[in-house]
């Protein structure tokens, strides 16, 4: 397995670590947390820009937690990535940078770009492992 392999969940979890941790310690952000615990939770995001906007940015991380932790999970059973990974993260990584330069789009776009070199290196041995496997079924 090429070492890059290991590093790109690695990198998505890291990427979710820092969103989950803005999310909690940025003070706008943080305000809009403090805002929700201190009107009960429930029923009070629903028309608070601040607070719609802090909702979907947590959840977007606990996302970016479970595609790391997946990633991570299919490297450590397969050696390999998914397959379509480093597509899928620049094609969230693309219209993010373009429409907020100044994101967290470009750690994606970074990681994507790793995805899909790692993707590359690992081909050969893919290739080599399914040409054995053929050939074990055949004989």
């Known amino acids: 397995m090429p070492a890059l392999t290991k590093w790109v969940p690695r990198g998505i979890i890291g990427i979710a670590v820092v969103h989950l941790g803005y999310g909690l310690v ?3 952000m943080a305000k ?3 805002e929700i615990v201190d009107e009960g939770i429930v029923n009070t995001v629903d028309g608070h820009p ?4 802090w909702s ?3 959840l977007t991380g606990l996302t970016w937690l479970g595609v790391g932790e997946m990633a991570r999970r299919t490297v450590r059973e397969t050696g390999q990535l998914p397959p379509h990974l480093g597509g899928w993260l620049l094609a969230v ?5 373009v429409v907020m ?3 967290g789009g470009w750690l994606i776009a970074a990681v994507g770009a790793l995805a899909l ?3 590359r290196q ?3 041995h893919a290739i080599a492992g399914a040409k054995q496997e053929s050939a074990q079924i055949g004989a």
């Open 122 to 124: 690992e081909r050969p």
């Open 32 to 34: 809009a947390l403090g």
């Open 117 to 119: 070199r790692a993707a």
């Open 26 to 28: 940025v003070p706008n």
């Open 101 to 103: 330069p100044v994101s």
């Open 56 to 58: 979907w940015f947590m």
């Open 50 to 53: 601040a607070r719609e906007s």
């Open 93 to 97: 990584a693309t219209p993010l940078t």
